[in-house]
């Protein structure tokens, strides 16, 4: 490794350069670069245990480049104590550089992604990007701020965070024996394929067969129980999740979702012997505080509990660290109305609640719609508490028939608590008997 350039304090920064399109419209890399990343970074303490010191920002361009682009770039792709990737506008440079980062090194990797209509592409959709906006101005310093945190967090726990790392771990500690003429990749390749046609069923078995082969990858337990979920198969999904953390036990994301299996099978059945999800979601939030995932899941949790005062804080903590998701934020504000009115809402919620909007439409007329039911019943959501009741039915209406039974009374729930302020809040007694009434017929 050269010796002029002090790795372990650079900070290399993926993003695209000059003005490129995100969601149609211009976006202008260089004024993010110097006005969101490079103060964001350098505001960031190294470690005490590290020697100290700031991060430096670099990034790929010519202006910082003197020599060999592609080997300098591959040097601090390979050497820097911290990579950050913007994955804006899905340029194929930028995802090219985070997969030899990711592969290069198992931590000290975190994905940025302004707020935007266009879900990520399907082979991605699970990798965790942390949402930031830079209009109005004012959100430039809360851009800041939230990179600066993550970044810290980050180098202070310094977990795993490579999903490529994850999947190889186990192999670099011992050779797996594989059974003559069975290919792990193209069973991975038919599964993935299998996916993007909708048959889940086939994909779980190409999965089954890769276990089988690899008994060891947490990575490929972690694929079967998202599949297995995605099915309504709870159990079985809980029982390859738990696999996933005995193999890789700071393993975040697979004990959030162990959690989600849990308190789903623990609702399901009504036993109280059984986990409620509380433990397991604890420890996804021990290993990465940055999850936001886990945190609202523990709402959900504490909210099912009407431990209402746990909920709406684990929800606030989630839509502080996603800078205003829409799941956690709709949770938190339905908690806050509900104790203190529609008047309590605060203008920075409303600005969240607003820019919300913007992904909730375009996922809603998707074809098929992305995140269904739920980017329908958020977006109804949204247009109860502004008022518009008469869209808010229409698009609950378009999205009760893609939704399942459960998925209908969760629904319900959540709008039911808001029935001490129904006064305030017009079309809210119209979408309680409608769903009222759904229910009704199911049983």
């Known amino acids: ?232 198969k709870w159990k079985d999904a809980m029982d390859v999740f738990k696999k996933a953390t005995e193999l890789s036990p700071e393993y975040s994301e697979a004990w959030r979702e162990l959690g989600i299996a849990e308190n789903k099978i623990y609702n399901q059945e009504k036993n109280p012997a059984l986990k409620t999800g509380e433990e397991s979601l604890l420890k996804a939030i021990s290993f990465n505080p940055e999850d936001f995932d886990a945190y609202s899941s523990l709402g959900g949790i504490y909210k099912r509990l009407e431990l209402f005062a746990k909920s709406a804080e684990m929800y606030e903590k989630s839509v502080e660290v996603s800078n205003g998701h829409p799941y956690p934020l709709l949770n938190a504000v339905i908690l806050q109305v509900k104790e203190k009115g529609i008047s309590s809402i605060t203008p920075k919620k409303k600005l969240y609640l607003k820019r919300a909007e913007i992904p909730l439409q375009k996922q809603v007329t998707d074809q098929p719609p992305y995140n269904a039911p739920w980017s329908f019943f958020d977006l109804s959501t949204i247009n109860l508490l502004n008022g518009n009741q008469q869209e808010a039915m229409k698009i609950l209406e378009e999205g009760t028939p893609l939704s399942e039974d459960w998925q209908i009374k969760t629904h319900l729930a959540t709008l039911s608590l808001l029935k001490a302020q129904e006064a305030e809040i017009p079309g809210l007694e119209k979408a309680i008997e409608y769903l009222n009434g759904l229910v009704d017929e199911q049983n």
């Open 1 to 232: 490794m050269p010796k002029e350039i002090d790795y372990k304090k650079i900070c290399f920064v993926i993003m695209p350069f000059g003005k490129k399109k995100v969601d149609g419209k211009n976006v202008d890399f260089d004024m993010i670069y110097e006005r969101i990343f490079e103060p964001a970074i350098t505001a960031v303490n190294l470690p005490a245990e590290e020697g100290g010191g700031k991060l430096i920002p670099v990034r790929a361009d010519k202006d910082y480049f003197s020599g060999n682009i592609e080997r300098e770039m591959f040097l601090y792709l390979k050497y820097s104590r911290f990579a950050i990737a913007d994955i804006s506008g899905l340029n194929a440079n930028v995802f090219y550089e985070l997969g030899v980062r990711h592969y290069s090194n198992e931590s000290g990797t975190a994905i940025f992604r302004q707020v935007v209509k266009q879900p990520p592409p399907f082979d991605i959709s699970h990798v965790k990007a942390f949402p930031y906006e830079y209009k109005p101005e004012e959100q430039i310093k809360e851009a800041t701020k939230q990179i600066t945190k993550v970044l810290t967090d980050s180098l202070q726990y310094n977990r795993i965070d490579s999903p490529i790392q994850i999947a190889l771990g186990e192999q670099k500690q011992e050779a797996v024996q594989k059974p003559p003429g069975i290919n792990v990749d193209t069973l991975l390749t038919d599964a993935t394929n299998a996916m993007r046609n909708g048959d889940l069923a086939t994909a779980a078995g190409k999965y089954k067969k890769a276990i089988q082969v690899t008994p060891a990858n947490p990575l490929l337990y972690m694929e079967l129980g998202l599949l297995f979920r995605n099915q309504g």
